[in-house]
C-alpha cells in the first residue's frame, strides 16, 4: 500500500529530530531558554501545535539546515577562523571627524560620501586582520553627550577623537575625557583608549604630542592609550591606530 503523505511526514519526524538534537551546538543555557519559549509557544497555539505531523517538514528541514550552520560557526570560531567580535565606542566632541574615521576604516563598498552630523549615535562595522569591531560612533554634540555614559559597560576599547586645529574648545575636550576617565564604568577598568590627534592637515593643527600635553594623557597611568596624528579626509594615520588598538584588544583577551 502507498504510504500517505500525513503517514510520510510521520516516519520522517524521527529522523528530522534525530538529526536536529544530533546538531544541536547551542548552549544548554540558550536550549533551556528556547525550549522554555517553544513550551509557551505550542501552548499558545494548542492544539494545532501538540501533534508531530502538524510540524512541516519544510520547518524541521529550516531547523536543521540553522543547527548545521550553527555547527560551522563553532568550528570556525574553534578552529580560529572567525573573527572575534570587540565593541569600541568612539567619542569625542562634535566636528572632531569621529564619523568621518569611522567610515574610512570600513571596506571601500560600504564607505558612504557623505558625512553628516550625527544624531544621538550610529552603530558601524569594520574588519581587521583578526577582529571584527562594532563601533557605537556617539555625537559629540553637548546635548547628546550624557548618552555616551549609557554605552560604557559595553565598550571593549575606546576611541577618542580631537580636532588638533580646534584649540579654543581643547579645554572642553579635556573636561570631557576627564568626566569619562572618572566614570564607575570607566575608572576601574584597563580599558584601551587610542586617542585620533585629527586635522593634521589644516595650517592651525597643533602635533600630536601637543595634544598630549594639553589634555593631560601622561597622567592616564591605569589604562593602555596612545596617540595618533590622523588626516581622516586622506586615511593618514587611521591604521597605525587600529593596529595598536588591535593588538591591545588581543592582549586583554588572552
Ligand atoms: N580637514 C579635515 N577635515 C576633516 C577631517 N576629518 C573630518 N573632517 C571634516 O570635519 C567635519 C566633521 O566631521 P565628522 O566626521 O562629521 O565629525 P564628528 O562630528 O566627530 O563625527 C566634516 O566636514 C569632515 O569632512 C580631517 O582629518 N581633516
Ligand atoms: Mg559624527
Redesign the pocket.
Known sequence: MVPSATQRERASFPVFLGLTVLTDVRSPRERRRRRGRGTRLALSRAPSLCSPCAYSSGTLVLTYLINIMGLFDKLAGWLGLKKKEVHVLCL??????????I?KLKPSNAQTQD????IGFSIEKFKTSSLSFTVF?M???GRYRNLWEHYYKEGQAIIF?I?S?DKLRMVVAKEELDTLLNHPDIKHRRIPILFFA?????RDAVSSVKVSQLLSLENIKDKPWHICA?????GEGLQEGVDWLQDQIQALKT
Do not use: E, F, H
Open positions: 569625542g566632541l562634535d566636528n572632531s571627524g569621529k564619523t568621518t574615521i567610515n558625512i553628516v552630523p550625527t560612533d555625537s559629540g554634540q577623537v580636532d586645529s585629527n586635522k593634521m592637515d589644516l590622523s588626516d581622516a579626509l586622506k
